[in-house]
């Protein structure tokens, strides 16, 4: 039935004839040729129900649009599923904060003996209870998620959803029946999947983050390939819950990430344990005795090496679900490069298709990133609002066993972008209070802004080092989005003994040649 969107129902044509009252036209910021009255099934159908699409078609709905959600997640090779919620909540951000969690607990035990609790030593920690307990949490999640839905009158549709033509899709649900349903307008939020090695062996004797959350047994040694931020994550809350990681590492650790603080956090997972194959590739992965993986690699300079494991995790990046959904029929344009979606303001080349989150190309792969762009979307389009995303200075952690948290630039981009003379940094290591007692991490945590002498020492680039990165960092996050100096920084009293202080004491420059270690309080 022919419809306009009102900031509150929908006026048909009908009522509008007997009733003589003319339908609004929708309160929409954007011009994508679906402003006006039409004869689709829905205003917005969202593709995804991860972070991004969950919020974009809430918000959506909340402003008065007809909405449907579509949301099927196909198993990872050894046929791991799980529910509404996309990768952050199930397989991703909370499960893995949980068990970094979990491993920080085992090293607050260790420390407590200092603090004079009689702790005894080799307590063993219980991989099945922990698992059990954060997949209960997980599934409340999914539940509240789906509740969330139907109050806000989203319609849910557990079906695997791809174009059949402009305005159409095609869904599959379970069972394999097949529907279709039109819509005005839609939403992609399909999000990524874990990469896996063309190598022997590289799929079938291998797991993922997909499948390490909701193991049924501890993973024991562990080789967990590539040095992205999830493999370092992963492998230190192995290490941290007992048992033995190791890194295979191509090149550089953190790509993308400022180096000096990926080497900061590389080094203390070294001393405390985790062991890093550095310049190699896995070339195959093989069954071996005892339930074991053997695994074959090579290193830069053509020498080779093997090494037997109880699991086999590989985190060597994610692929975009764009090229199942048929998005070639519709014209949607992806980069050459990683099949990611070509966007402006979350807008592609096809007027009323629209993308979120991990699948747009050139943006941060961030749950709240997409939260905050779905959230604004729906807004532009369903609310009369203009404002756009702002990508730039987005916080975020590396919940690694010594977290590093960041915002803006790296030292070596800032460097890159206004040249060596116009930058300035400012540092410190530093050795928090709790670690005293223990005699642990002498200076193994640091802090560094990165300033631009071409604006007053505008700070360009935090970096952080240390316990409870994460809480710190998205406190500075604001100053920073407000275009805080040194100066300004200098200005605030800090909050005495914390971390978070160092960053009003800051004094030591790399120019000055100084160095940055401290000692006392």
């Known amino acids: 039935m022919m419809s306009w969107l009102t900031g509150s129902a ?25 402003e006006g009255p039409h004869e689709y099934d829905y205003d917005l159908m969202v593709i995804g129900g991860g972070s991004g699409g969950l919020a974009c078609a809430k918000d959506a709905s909340s402003l008065g649009a007809k909405v449907a959600l579509c949301d099927f997640v196909q198993p990872s090779p050894i046929g791991t599923k799980w529910g509404l919620g996309g990768t952050c909540v199930n397989v991703g951000c909370i499960p893995k904060k949980l068990m970094h969690q979990a491993a920080l607990l085992g090293e607050g035990m260790s420390d407590a ?9 080799g307590i063993p920690h219980k991989w099945e209870s922990m698992v059990e307990n954060i997949q209960q949490h997980i599934k409340s999640i999914n539940f509240g998620y789906r509740s969330d839905l139907m109050g806000e009158k989203v319609k849910y549709l557990n079906s695997y959803a791809v174009f059949k033509d402009a305005h159409t899709l095609e869904l599959t649900d379970k069972k394999g029946a097949k529907t279709e349903l039109t ?6 939020a399909t999000g990524g999947r874990p990469k896996y090695p063309d190598i022997p062996g590289g799929r079938e004797h291998v797991i993922s983050s997909d499948d390490l959350f909701s193991l049924p047994a501890p993973p024991g040694h562990t080789l967990c390939i590539g040095a992205s931020y999830i493999s370092l994550e992963c492998a230190g809350f192995i290490q941290g819950l007992g048992m033995q990681a190791t890194v295979m590492m191509r090149s550089i650790p953190l790509r993308g990430f400022d180096q000096q603080m990926a080497g900061q956090l590389v080094g203390y997972m070294k001393e405390h344990g985790t062991v890093f194959i550095e310049q190699a590739v896995p070339t195959s992965v093989a069954p071996a005795e005892g339930g074991k993986k053997r695994v074959c690699w ?4 053509g020498s080779t090496g093997e090494g037997l494991f109880d699991t086999v995790l590989v985190a060597i990046g994610r692929d ?10 519709l014209g949607v344009a992806l980069s050459p490069h990683n099949g990611k979606v070509l966007a402006t303001n979350e807008q592609t ?9 991990d699948i747009l190309d050139g943006r941060p792969e961030l749950t709240p990133v997409a939260i905050q762009a779905g959230k604004l979307l729906a807004k532009r389009l369903y609310g009369g609002s203009s404002k756009q995303m702002d990508y ?12 590093y948290g960041t915002i803006g630039l790296s ?19 530093f050795k928090p209070l709790e670690w005293t007692l223990p005699h642990r991490g002498d200076n193994a945590c640091y802090a560094k802004l990165v300033v631009s002498k071409l604006e007053n020492e505008k700070i360009i680039g935090f970096h952080v080092c240390g316990p409870n990165s994460g809480e710190i960092t998205q406190g500075f996050a604001a100053a920073m989005k407000l275009g805080a100096t040194k100066e300004t920084f200098d200005d605030t009293v800090g909050i005495h003994p914390t971390n978070a202080e160092q960053f009003t004491t800051l004094k030591t420059t790399k120019s000055s040649g100084a160095s940055a270690e401290q000692s006392g309080c």
Do not use: C
Request: glycine share 6%.
């Open 113 to 121: 003996r200092s603090f004079g609790w009689e702790v005894p030593k």
């Open 298 to 301: 090579q290193f830069a300079d």
């Open 183 to 188: 819509a005005a307008r839609f939403v992609i």
């Open 411 to 429: 030292e070596e981009d800032a460097i890159a972008k206004l040249g060596d003379p116009n930058v300035e940094v400012y540092h410190s290591f």
């Open 10 to 34: 929908a006026v048909t044509e009908a009522q509008a004839a007997t009733t003589g009252v003319s339908a609004p036209a929708p309160l929409s910021a954007i011009y994508d040729g679906m």
């Open 349 to 357: 080349n096809v007027p009323h298709v629209y993308a979120l989150g």
């Open 392 to 403: 730039e200075l987005v916080p975020t952690t590396v919940f690694t066993p010594l977290e």
């Open 320 to 329: 975009a679900e764009t090229s199942k959904i048929g998005l070639e029929k």
